[in-house]
């Protein structure tokens, strides 16, 4: 789907944050640039039911927990993640109870949530971005841009 403005992006946030359940994970890929860190800011302060949330990037710490009203929300930045060995000591298990936004998913390797809905942002000449939502068959409604591998 195509996502003009930042505003789209975070609108497509906001909709998925509707939607979301303990034991969810979103797994957000897409160059630098694209609006990873739009999307998470959006969610999070969607899921949180506060539109002044603070939304550090966890570049360093490589995970921020916040207490949203559905569940512990589990925020990954792995770009700086040597192994998927060292998810253990992030908490990893108890992040699966969770809900889970997951920037850099590449790093999980084998560790890669099996439910996962697949979020990917690109960047097109014009600057415009696109998105394309893989996964969660039947759960996405058609203004996210659900389509066959979807199951819509
Ligand atoms: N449609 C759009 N959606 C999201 N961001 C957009 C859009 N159009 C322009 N932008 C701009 O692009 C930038 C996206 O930055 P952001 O930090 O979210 O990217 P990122 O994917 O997290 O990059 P990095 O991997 O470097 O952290 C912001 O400055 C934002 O204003
Ligand atoms: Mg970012």
């Given at each position: 789907?195509?996502?003009k403005?930042?505003?789209?992006?975070?609108q497509?946030a906001?909709?998925l944050a509707?939607?979301?359940?303990?034991?969810?994970?979103i797994?957000?890929?897409?160059?630098?640039?694209a609006?990873?860190s739009?999307f998470a800011?959006?969610f999070?302060?969607?899921?949180?039911?506060?539109?002044?949330?603070?939304v550090?990037s966890p570049?360093?710490?490589?995970?921020?927990?916040?207490?949203?009203?559905?569940?512990?929300?589990?925020h990954?930045d792995?770009?700086r993640?040597?192994?998927p060995?060292?998810?253990?000591?992030?908490g990893?298990?108890?992040?699966?109870?969770g809900?889970?936004?997951v920037?850099?998913?590449?790093?999980?390797?084998?560790?890669?949530?099996?439910?996962?809905?697949?979020?990917t942002?690109?960047?097109?000449e014009d600057?415009?971005?696109?998105?394309?939502?893989?996964g969660?068959?039947?759960?996405?409604?058609?203004?996210c841009?659900?389509?066959?591998?979807?199951?819509a």
């Amino acid at each position: 789907m195509l996502l003009k403005t930042e505003a789209d992006t975070a609108q497509l946030a906001r909709t998925l944050a509707g939607l979301v359940q303990p034991g969810d994970a979103i797994l957000l890929s897409g160059p630098l640039g694209a609006g990873k860190s739009v999307f998470a800011r959006a969610f999070l302060r969607s899921v949180c039911a506060d539109p002044a949330l603070e939304v550090p990037s966890p570049t360093y710490t490589l995970v921020q927990a916040y207490d949203a009203p559905v569940a512990t929300v589990y925020h990954f930045d792995l770009w700086r993640l040597s192994s998927p060995d060292e998810l253990d000591e992030l908490g990893w298990d108890d992040a699966c109870e969770g809900i889970m936004l997951v920037e850099w998913p590449e790093r999980l390797e084998d560790m890669m949530p099996p439910h996962a809905l697949h979020l990917t942002l690109d960047v097109a000449e014009d600057g415009s971005r696109t998105a394309t939502l893989v996964g969660w068959p039947g759960r996405l409604p058609t203004s996210c841009g659900a389509g066959p591998e979807n199951g819509a």
